[in-house]
């Protein structure tokens, strides 16, 4: 255990200083990044600065949740959606032969080499926007904190479940990026009130494939409008996870390398 934290530490360590020998690029690049992120909360500015909203939510209420929601994304995608990147270019070119032969799992290989620094910029997006939406918000209890914290929690298991399906996708489905896309579309759902969908749709981002989890139901206790199907949910988030590791398994062991 001990030893699988230094890698993983040393992998980041790595990552940084790649990036450090050209910092101009990097600020850059994590500029874009965050610059990217705020487009949504943007439109929700613009909404309810033209005296429309969302019907049941204040304007930062929707902000908290789509601050939750780059949080979750700002901690997942440096240290370990790049699993989805480093698969699909280690495939394509042919060196995710080398992850093979190496005396540790090839999913934590992936997870290591796979760390991106440029994301950083959405972690320090998600800190500022959440931290601006909470000052103007009633402060939350300790209760809520509470179950904030372990809710946001399983918001990182959604989305390591979303990184291993498009990883697994990466092996089959060689050299095709659009998988940022389809996960873009899907996961973009998590960022605003279930309430606003239909019922039908309700059930799909909370019961089947669980986007609710990435921002929404975790803002929603911490303002203390816990969502009903809460539980629900996190019963759901955890058979994702087990799908989506499953799946991973499945299309590693048909895997062919370079040369199949």
Do not use: C
């Not at 230094?6 to 990552?15: D, E, R, S, Y």
């Not at 440096?78 to 540790?104: A, E, S, Y």
């Not at 799992?105 to 926007?129: P, R, W």
């Not at 990883?167 to 095709?176: K, Q, R, Y």
């Amino acid at each position: 255990m001990i030893s699988a934290i230094k890698m993983h530490l040393q992998g980041i360590k790595t990552g940084l200083a790649v990036r450090m020998a050209y910092r101009a690029d990097f600020i850059i690049s994590a500029f874009i990044m965050l610059i990217s992120e705020f487009f949504g909360p943007l439109l929700t500015y613009l909404i309810y600065n033209n005296e429309a909203s969302l019907p049941g939510w204040s304007m930062y209420e929707v902000l908290l949740i789509q601050g939750v929601f780059l949080l979750s994304k700002g901690i997942s995608f440096p240290f370990f959606f790049g699993i989805v990147w480093n698969t699909l270019d280690r495939v394509q070119n042919g060196t995710f032969d080398l992850l093979l032969i190496k005396p540790r799992s090839v999913l934590q290989m992936v997870i290591v080499t796979g760390f991106d620094s440029e994301d950083l910029g959405k972690l320090i997006g998600g800190l500022a926007l959440t931290g601006i939406a909470l000052y103007r918000l009633p402060r939350p209890g300790l209760s809520e904190w509470v179950a904030f914290i372990g809710l946001f929690v399983i918001s990182l298991v959604v989305m390591f479940g979303f990184a291993l399906i498009l990883a697994g996708l990466g092996i089959v489905w060689i050299g095709n990026y659009r998988v940022y896309e389809i996960f873009s579309s899907i996961a973009n759902f998590g960022m605003y009130p279930a309430s606003i969908f239909s019922k039908s749709l309700q059930t799909v981002i909370t019961s089947v494939i669980p986007v609710a989890m990435l921002g929404f139901i975790p803002a929603s206790a911490l303002l203390g409008k816990p969502y009903e199907n809460t539980l629900y949910a996190v019963i759901i988030s955890f058979m994702f996870l087990f799908a989506s590791l499953l799946f991973w398994n499945t299309t590693l062991k048909k895997y062919t390398s370079s040369g199949g």
